[in-house]
């Protein structure tokens, strides 16, 4: 019953919410779609939280990723005793880093300035993610090799999901632990459109090729052909 | 030629009285919020001095501006690949204590507090968190030289910082601040988001609420900090040189309440095509260079040109009677500020004379004041000045100086009923109709003198009022900034 809550029901629920909530936020009131950075009201402790943080958790998220997308060249790549074990360790580093990052963040949110601009949205996200980095770390220390079995559990069962016919055999034996990191990852989705979360869905990159300054026209008919 | 019109301010130092009005009436308008109450869009700031925020002329702690490299000018600070390594965390951001705490009374103390020996006081609360707070800074700290030895002697410009515990030497003058909308704005050029631009009609540069993430780095790389981040709605905001106002031939808020009357605004004509030739210079050669692409709007040839790039008859005619580019470009006695920040700022500043009556040691009696003290007697230092408006050229500086000091002597003799002399007036490279035009804008020049902005016309550009603002409160809100659960 937990079992098809978590790998069936929550899924869906989540990604049906990501999936519509998300575009009729940014639609209807772009006005706070924003990373509420708290950095000008105090600095000290948000450096030794976001930094980790995010170069923790964007290149796990890429790892995750990555594996999902390509399982069959990682599965030939891990084939490899050496390369698992130095991949494993990197990631369990990083996942370190992660949970060292979100304690930082949620700790700094317990006073001052900054717990007087923490909205629920920030207290239910900030807690989430910490739970997160945690089972992610358990998982690493104590489930170990997760880069193999993730490859024929739950990358089989996510696709299961994508086809609309969920496989729930392939990770329902898995340990509880596993379970809750699931769900964890499922319910930050899930809050993803109501949270400052969006915040990384619209990466900044169109800079990149723009010249350094931009004009804005009011007249419709551009004069300038630039 | 790519001939481009742009809005531009003019102050006249020698008459700012440092009252702030200019500051409170923009703040009424435009900051009296949540979340903005530390924002001064408009300030005045004594100098020497700190200024607001704390040092920000400091580029060696707060990285703004661009610097030229070669032959290629850059932010200071991040390229457009460490501004990706740097988004999670900005090491050059100035924090709230650089502005100060913004903080009010406790006022239902002293109507609740219950009985006791000693009056009941109203004790300082912050306005972020509501909680008691000790105030060790705040707005105009340092105002009129107060703290001195911790503000105004760690002035970055000031070479001798002896002068300022000097009583016979000492000196200060007002220096009103807004967004300078510049021509190269550094703010613009470092927003991952593209969410900052420059108005191609009149040049105001605005910050898109729609579009702003709350990445900060225009805070950072305005080397003014004119750029400020929200703490309420989580994006960036600036002054937006009352565009409302301007774009229905009002004059902004500031200028319009500025009881000295220091203030000018009026449309220039520029060359955005040689802007990239302007930036490349040598730091002393940048006032020249600037100069040099503002355009004279009575030649035909500009004229042509601009209409070709469709600026309107009527913004053509008010760049004639701008009084901006008389005192910048004809006058030559207008100087933007830190121009060695390559963001080619767009408000000027007459630089200050007074008190002519130079320092205490050489003080001129009424009889000897006639003569008008040289420029070594002038008690504010020309290299002080040059620091500020000119990148550390002197005679730019000098030049203008010269100008205000024989506009002075001729106009005294003649009120006096003397026969004034016109060598001095050659000397400094002015005629008598100069002189006289220069008189009127700094005296009695009224308000359409003053401000000779043209109407925007937007009744005709086609673009319908947004739906979404029909009926709104004006601007930036329309719904509720503060998302969540
Ligand atoms: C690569 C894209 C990303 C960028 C550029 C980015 C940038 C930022 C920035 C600028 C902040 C504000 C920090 C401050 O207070 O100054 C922030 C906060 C935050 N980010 Fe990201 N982020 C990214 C990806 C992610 C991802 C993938 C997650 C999690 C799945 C995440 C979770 C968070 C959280 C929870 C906060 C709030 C921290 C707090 O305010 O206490 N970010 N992010
Ligand atoms: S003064 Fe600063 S905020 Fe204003 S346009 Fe220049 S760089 Fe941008
Ligand atoms: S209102 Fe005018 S005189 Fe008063 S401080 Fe502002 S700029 Fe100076």
């Known amino acids: ?226 | 030629m790519d001939v481009r019109a742009q809005l531009v301010m003019v102050f006249n130092l020698d008459k700012c009285l440092g009252c702030h009005t200019c500051s409170i009436a923009c703040k009424n308008i435009w900051s009296d919020r949540r979340g903005a109450e530390y924002m001064w869009w408009n300030n005045v700031e004594t100098k020497p001095g700190a200024g607001y925020p704390k040092f920000w002329e400091d580029q060696r702690k707060y990285k703004g501006g661009w610097v030229l490299k070669g032959n290629y000018v850059k932010l200071r600070a991040f390229g457009k690949f460490s501004t990706l390594l740097n988004i999670f965390y900005q090491p050059y951001m100035p924090k709230l204590e650089d502005y100060y705490h913004p903080w009010t009374y406790d006022y239902a103390n002293l109507y609740n507090a219950p009985e006791a020996d000693d009056q009941p006081v109203a004790e300082p609360v912050s306005l972020i968190s509501g909680e008691k707070i000790d105030i060790e800074f705040g707005p105009n700290w340092d105002d009129d030289l107060s703290g001195s030895p911790l503000y105004a002697e760690n002035d970055v410009n000031l070479d001798e910082r002896r002068i300022i515990s000097s009583f016979g030497k000492l000196f200060m003058f007002y220096l009103p601040r807004i967004c300078n909308h510049c021509l190269n704005p550094a703010c613009v050029a470092a927003c991952p988001q593209r969410a900052i631009y420059k108005r191609g009609e009149d040049g105001i540069v605005l910050v898109d609420q729609n579009t702003c993430r709350g990445w900060r780095f225009c805070v950072s790389a305005c080397p003014y900090k004119k750029v400020y981040y929200n703490w309420n709605t989580g994006k960036s905001e600036k002054c937006i040189f009352c565009y409302p106002r301007t774009e229905t031939a009002q004059a902004n808020a500031c200028a319009h309440s500025c009881v000295g009357r220091i203030r000018y605004v009026g449309v220039i004509l520029y060359d955005a095509d040689r802007l990239d030739v302007a930036l490349k210079v040598r730091d002393e050669e940048l006032v020249e260079a600037q100069r040099r692409i503002i355009l004279d709007p009575k030649d035909e040839m500009i004229r042509r040109a601009a209409k070709e790039n469709g600026v309107p008859d009527s913004w053509l005619d008010a760049a004639i009677k701008s009084p901006a580019y008389a005192l910048i470009r004809e006058f030559e006695v207008a100087l933007p500020l830190h121009p060695e920040f390559r963001t080619m700022p767009m408000t000027f500043y007459v630089p200050p004379l007074s008190p002519v009556l130079a320092t205490q040691r050489i003080a001129y009696d009424v009889e000897d004041h006639e003569a008008i003290p040289d420029m070594e007697h002038l008690r504010v230092p020309v290299r002080y000045l040059s620091k500020l408006f000119s990148a550390g050229n002197e005679d730019v500086v000098v030049d203008a100086l010269q100008k205000l000091i024989a506009l002075r002597a001729y106009m005294r003799a003649k009120n006096l009923g003397e026969s004034p002399d016109e060598q001095i007036l050659r000397k400094a490279s002015l005629d008598t109709g100069a002189t006289e035009r220069l008189y009127r804008l700094f005296t009695v020049a009224s308000y359409h003198e003053r401000y000779t902005i043209p109407s925007l016309h937007r009744e005709y550009l086609d673009v319908a009022p947004s739906d979404e603002r029909r009926g709104g409160r004006g601007f930036g809100i329309i719904a509720k900034p503060r998302g969540g659960l």
């Open chain 1, 1 to 226: 019953m937990l079992d098809v809550l978590i790998f069936a029901v929550l899924p869906y629920f989540a990604i049906a919410l990501a999936i519509f909530v998300t575009p009729y936020r940014y639609f209807s009131n772009r006005l706070d779609w924003s990373t509420f950075s708290t950095q000008f009201l105090e600095r000290r402790s948000l450096y030794w939280g976001s930094i980790p943080w995010h170069y923790g958790v964007v290149l796990i998220l890429a790892g995750h990723i990555i594996g999902f997308l390509f399982p069959s060249t990682i599965q030939s790549l891990l084939s490899d005793l050496s390369a698992l074990i130095a991949l494993e360790s990197i990631a369990l580093g990083l996942g370190l880093m992660t949970l060292f990052g979100s304690i930082i963040l949620l700790v700094r949110r317990f006073s001052g300035v900054v717990r007087a601009v923490t909205s629920y949205a920030d207290w239910v996200l900030l807690l989430l993610i910490l739970l997160q980095a945690a089972t992610g770390v358990y998982m690493g220390l104590f489930v170990r090799w997760g880069m193999e079995w993730y490859l024929h559990t739950a990358v089989p069962w996510l696709y299961s999901l994508l086809t609309l016919n969920p496989q729930i055999g392939f990770v329902s034996g898995l340990p509880l632990v596993f379970k809750l990191h699931v769900a964890g990852a499922f319910l930050i989705l899930a809050v993803l459109p109501f949270t400052k979360l969006v915040h990384f869905l619209f990466l900044p990159l169109d800079y990149l090729k723009d010249p350094p300054i931009l004009y804005r026209w009011v007249r419709r008919e551009k004069q300038l052909g630039k």
